[in-house]
Nanobody, 119 residues
Framework: QVQLVESGGGMVQPGGSLRLSCAAS????????MRWYSQAPGKQRELVAR???????YYRDSVKGRFTISRDDAKNTVLLQMNSLNSDDTADYYC?????????????WGQGTQVTVSS
């Protein structure tokens, strides 16, 4: 059974930092493209960042230079370091695993972790 378990969310003041973790079981994260999505209240879920199997990274324009996605293969975990947070970053954040071939395997979602940026 595959599980993606996010942690690290919480409330932080503007300008602060948080580090989100996505601990995977049942899959090896290095064999998947791993992504973080955010969903703000009343809005659609949007891609925040992704890391490919070979380690290439991509970021949404609004988080470039502030967020860093990384992968800890030894811990089978994907991280999202979020710095210089602002109120627009307030959202639920979800971890997502994209399989190598969607013909044979469906993607996986975590349950989400809430991030609130407020003074």
């Amino acid at each position: 059974q595959v599980q993606l378990v996010e942690s690290g969310g919480g409330m932080v003041q503007p300008g602060g930092s948080l580090r989100l973790s996505c601990a995977a079981s049942g899959i090896i994260v290095s064999r998947y493209e791993m992504r973080w999505y955010s969903q703000a209240p009343g809005k659609q879920r949007e891609l925040v960042a992704r890391i490919t199997r070979n380690g290439r990274t991509y970021y949404r324009d609004s988080v470039k230079g502030r967020f860093t996605i990384s992968r800890d293969d030894a811990k089978n975990t994907v991280l999202l370091q979020m710095n210089s947070l602002n109120s627009d970053d307030t959202a639920d954040y979800y971890c997502y695993a994209d399989p190598p071939d969607l013909r044979y395997e469906s993607p996986y979602w975590g349950q989400g972790t809430q991030v609130t940026v407020s003074s």
